[in-house]
């Protein structure tokens, strides 16, 4: 079934996306979001794609409820590499549409949701620790996983992403302002103690019905930040601020000077 509404999830590293993802689904009526572009070739071979158009069509099967609603996730550390891939399949090869042009021709009447995190701190954090620890969500009645190693606190590491996320960010909002786009604008710490009741505002923002007594599936995912985490951004904050003092700086994206390889970044 092709959507009849579309809306996409505009996102930076661990921001909230899956938890947004969640309450969404839970309703039962808003789509089911998932992030497919990032490692595409692989959801692709899973599903016995035949090409990218196909996987683009198999995408839209996954992530529709029945009411034709469509959501799916993008963030901007692979949003070119997107698009490149899409301009190569038979309905663009021949042109040279936007991105907005491209987006909006796939996913019939297109929303966007814009979803950030205040604390650029602990989301850095969270970012650096996920990196290590290759542990992305934890939900309930997964079993614990076990570590190889404890991850280790990195300020050069911590740093850099928080640079990073508001490099992000900038593209976003530049994307935005460049084609006259107004997101629903949802702020993870503002979310997170209203759940449902952000959803419920992103269906009305999206006009799609749903009854009064709407219930909600079951919550699943559980808070990862911990005691570490904790540690963690109150030694980079003290950090932070000691080089301040000794008026100690870097360049935003320089790593040329450090002592580890920045990793690819999901």
Not at 21 to 38: D, H, I, K, Q, V
Not at 195 to 211: F, K, N, Q, V
Request: proline share 6%; hydrophobic share 35%.
């Amino acid at each position: 079934m092709e959507p009849r509404v579309s809306y996409l999830i505009c996102a930076t590293p661990r921001c909230g996306g899956y938890l947004l993802f969640e309450a969404l689904e839970n309703t039962g009526l808003a789509g089911n979001p998932g992030e497919y572009f990032w490692e595409d070739e692989r959801w692709a071979k899973e599903w016995g794609a035949t090409d990218y158009t196909d996987f683009l069509s198999k995408v839209k099967e996954k992530s529709t409820t029945p009411n034709g609603v469509f959501g799916t996730k993008l963030m901007w550390g692979y949003f070119e590499k997107f698009i490149n891939k899409v301009l190569q399949i038979p309905q663009f090869r021949d042109r040279n549409p936007s991105p907005h042009t491209v987006l909006n021709e796939l996913f019939p009447n297109l929303n966007y949701i814009w979803i950030m995190r205040r604390d650029k701190m602990r989301q850095a954090v969270s970012l650096w620790k996920g990196l290590q620890t290759l542990i992305w969500w934890k939900r309930t009645g997964d079993p614990t996983p076990e570590l190889e190693k404890e991850p280790a606190y990195n300020f050069e590491a911590i740093d850099y992403f928080v640079q990073e996320i508001v490099f992000h960010e900038a593209a976003w909002q530049s994307y935005f302002t460049q084609y006259n786009i107004t997101p629903f604008t949802v702020i993870y710490e503002d979310f997170v103690p209203s759940y449902e009741g952000t959803a419920l505002r992103i269906m009305d923002w999206l006009e799609i019905s749903y009854p009064e007594d709407l219930a909600f599936g079951a919550r699943r995912l559980q808070k990862q930040a911990d005691s570490v985490s904790d540690e963690w951004v109150q030694q980079y904050r003290a950090d932070k601020q000691k080089r301040k003092s000794d008026n100690q700086t870097h360049s935003p994206f320089s790593i040329t000077s450090w002592d580890f390889k920045i990793p690819n970044i999901p």
